[in-house]
């Protein structure tokens, strides 16, 4: 990249996308108030899932994931180093969002369209490998870091070089991020998803 401006004007936009907290503004809108005063206090689908409102959950995961893939696209229109900037800038807005004084959410689902858009044959096996893992076992943290595992190792066997850096290094974050939730893990004290509208 001879000339930085195309990235660093990419990275902010894609930043900016990813600062955008869904799962806060749905929830305040829908009446729930805030909802990091919830469950576990993250501003994902899964912790969303906790007001008892699926519907809002799952707008909250497609937005968030939605994100990911647009932020990508824009990247690609000036050439895919671009858009290995804009994955990693829009994931990076979504974990450290500049309004919520950069505590956002774990990344999962704006992860997952990064990984989608960038590669997508490894994007689906990944979502896969998510949902197989969701519907079977209930424990979102551990379908994420599956996933995430999953995408680690596939992005080397299908992606190009770049993009598997790109897929490793956002696979690697969103990991860290679940530390909290690999602890209950092995302590066997990690709640499991409830698709139960609460009482």
């Known amino acids: 990249m ?3 401006w195309p990235a660093a004007a990419t990275f902010i936009v894609a930043y900016l996308i990813g ?3 869904f799962g806060l503004v749905l929830t305040r809108v829908a009446g729930y108030g805030d909802i990091r005063a919830i469950g576990s206090g993250n501003i994902g689908a899964t912790n969303v899932l906790r007001t008892g ?11 968030d994931f939605v994100k990911g893939v647009l932020a990508v696209l824009i990247g690609a229109a000036y050439g895919p180093d671009i858009a290995v900037v804009a994955g990693a800038g829009v994931v990076l807005g979504h ?4 309004w919520l004084r950069f505590n956002g959410g ?3 689902a704006t992860s997952g369209g990064v990984v989608l858009a960038t590669s997508w044959p490894v994007g689906v096996l990944v979502v896969a490998v998510w949902i197989v893992m ?3 076992l209930r424990y979102s943290s551990l379908a994420a870091l599956t996933a995430c595992v999953a995408a680690a190792v596939l992005a080397w066997l299908l992606a190009a070089p770049l993009d598997a850096w790109l897929i490793s290094g956002i696979a690697l974050l969103v990991i860290l991020r679940h530390h909290e939730n690999i602890r209950r893990l092995l302590a066997g004290e990690e709640s499991k998803v409830s698709f139960r509208k609460r009482s």
């Open 134 to 136: 969701v519907a079977a």
């Open 19 to 21: 600062s955008i907290p």
């Open 95 to 98: 974990v450290f969002p500049v």
């Open 106 to 108: 774990k990344g999962v």
């Open 53 to 63: 409102n699926k519907l809002l959950a799952l707008a909250t995961l497609l937005l």
């Open 2 to 4: 001879s000339d930085p």
